[in-house]
């Protein structure tokens, strides 16, 4: 089985309104969706839908935590979240049926998490754990938990013989990365929030981690050669997932957006680019290839087979209009032409 | 006791932010507040608060709806909300606390009703109804209620010797009229689309059934003299007052924002405006007014006393932050102070 890790699980809501959102005014909404969510819960929909057997952990309280229990049974995805005395934040998503705004987003803060009820999780992980065979963690950690959180769990899975697939942004990717977890698949912006490099994650940010990130790793990929900087490759995510490798992953991967995925994955810098740009809702697309991503790891397959898989994935939830959903024609068409290259 | 009914309750929620809304962009909300809402319920919790004894009636059901029972448990408002296999409707209203745009709304639509359900409501209504020295019948009705549930429940109270008010927008106080409430309470703007001449109520509105008014009612007041455009005065709520008598109200009590109300009751034009101008949410300000005219129906008192009471009680719900909230300080102030004028 597959753990999830959905610490800051959302029930995500969608309003759609037949105009445009105009501050200062009361909108009367034409229809209401909600559905579980958080990027460890899509990542558990998605592999739910391939078939695979999957447990989807985290934190849920109250009476938005029991609809999103109640959705999650609903849609067929086995869960095991921890109870919370705190209120499960929702998002609520307002979606311009007539195109002009796109969506309009509220994320409500994460619940206050204690002490114990942290302790309640990992109680509860570390039974799930033994018989997994690669967890996911993924996303933002709530109030209270503590900032090495992902560490912690990297360790305890490590020390079950367990991969872990990290996919999480700023503070919580860097204190992660000391737990050496096998794959981290953060974004590029977050990714440079994590080296220290990007717009502060906070007022008082002064970048000085950078300088903590060792050169080299024990998987390390070469320096960005000439090949790196080709036809549709994009340098920087490339720099970035090598200095994640350095800095203590087993092997990274940085999405970029509707342009692919790069990687530095056993030694080797790859590209994978899908081959037709996808048009939809990208929300949940990083999620569609961490799934892909775990089932590699758990199944112990070639990075070119994991990262192909992880591109059509992503594009085929792209196609989907819902986050966690994937297009079955788009990924049936994508699946045999993603192609990767090697840019070591 | 007194009853409240609220057929469509909401669940209010409130989102502050730090600043203002920008349309096709996320925001992070800061914090979270939810009450239980709808025009009734707003009014059962001022006359909770005022320590009149009282019973709020309605549909409620989903999580929302087990929500808005809590959180009426909690606040100490009695209540008996009949309960439907629907969920409550959720009203999203975001504070940009930077105060540049107000508060931008998003209001879920109500939830199906059954007819089944709606028996249902009628059952525990005429249970409830037995006890009652007065009923107060307030805001819209969920899809699935008849139009004319309004004239309905009236009838089933002046069947109990029990006098109703109706505060309600378009065509449910049309169908109302017909019922002979005692005392009616729209705004201008409800009261204009109820006698058919406002801003259409729907795509298809002839405005035919303003000609179904008779020019006459039991305690009609007269036509608009000299004295009722003068000073402060708003002849259009005047007539409207009137007419909504002339249809079959009791008495009709028109709202016409900061500047008070006016009112046509036992044959003569009244109006009442605050001796300052209060600012603050005007949420609710309506309902306090109706808290304040259910006491004076189920008391018998004087329309100088009610009228002046709801004024006052309407000023200090707007300098209450939350909507069902009274300042206890601006009503202590200003009752005293509020002045009934007579343009009979």
Redesign the interface.
């Known amino acids: 089985v597959i753990v999830t890790v959905t610490l800051n699980a959302a029930l995500d809501v969608t ?1 759609v ?1 037949p105009g ?13 969706a909600q559905r579980a969510g958080g990027k460890g819960v899509n990542t558990a929909r998605v592999l739910a839908s391939l078939g695979e057997p999957v447990l989807a952990l985290g934190l849920a309280g109250g ?2 935590g ?2 999103l229990r109640a959705e999650l049974d609903a849609a067929g995805v086995p869960h095991g979240f921890t109870p919370i005395a705190g209120t499960t934040r929702r998002t ?1 998503a ?1 979606v ?1 049926a007539s195109g002009t ?9 994460g619940p206050q998490v204690t002490g114990e009820e942290w302790q309640g999780f990992r109680a509860d992980f570390r039974v799930a754990v033994r018989d997994a065979r690669a967890v996911v963690l993924a996303g933002s950690l709530p109030p209270g938990v503590p900032g090495d959180a992902y560490a912690d769990l990297v360790g305890m899975a490590s020390g079950a013989g367990v991969p872990s697939l990290v996919d999480a942004d700023g503070d919580a990717l860097r204190a992660a990365l000391s737990a050496r977890p096998a794959l981290v698949k953060p974004n590029a912006e977050e990714a440079l929030r994590a080296l220290g490099e990007g717009p502060a994650n906070g007022p008082h940010h002064d970048g000085a981690s950078v300088h903590q990130v060792p050169a080299t790793g024990e998987h390390g990929c070469p320096a960005d050669g000439p090949r790196a900087s080709g036809r549709g490759s994009s340098p920087l995510p490339l720099s970035l997932a090598r200095r994640l490798v350095a800095g203590g992953a087993g092997s990274a991967v940085v999405s970029a957006g509707a342009r692919g995925l790069v990687a530095c994955w056993g030694g080797r810098l790859l590209a994978v680019a899908p081959p037709r740009v996808i048009s939809g809702n990208a929300t949940g697309a990083g999620d569609a290839a961490s799934a892909a991503l775990a089932v590699a790891l758990a199944r112990g397959l070639p990075p070119e087979e994991a990262l192909s898989r992880a591109v059509a994935l992503s594009a085929a939830a792209v196609a989907a209009p819902l986050a966690g959903d994937v297009d079955g024609d788009v990924l049936a068409e994508l699946e045999p032409l993603v192609a990767v290259r090697d840019l070591t």
């Open positions: 309003y309104t445009g959102v105009r501050p200062g005014t009361t909108h009367r909404i034409r229809s209401v009476a938005s029991a609809e609520v307002v311009d705004d796109g969506v309009t987003g509220f994320w409500e803060p």
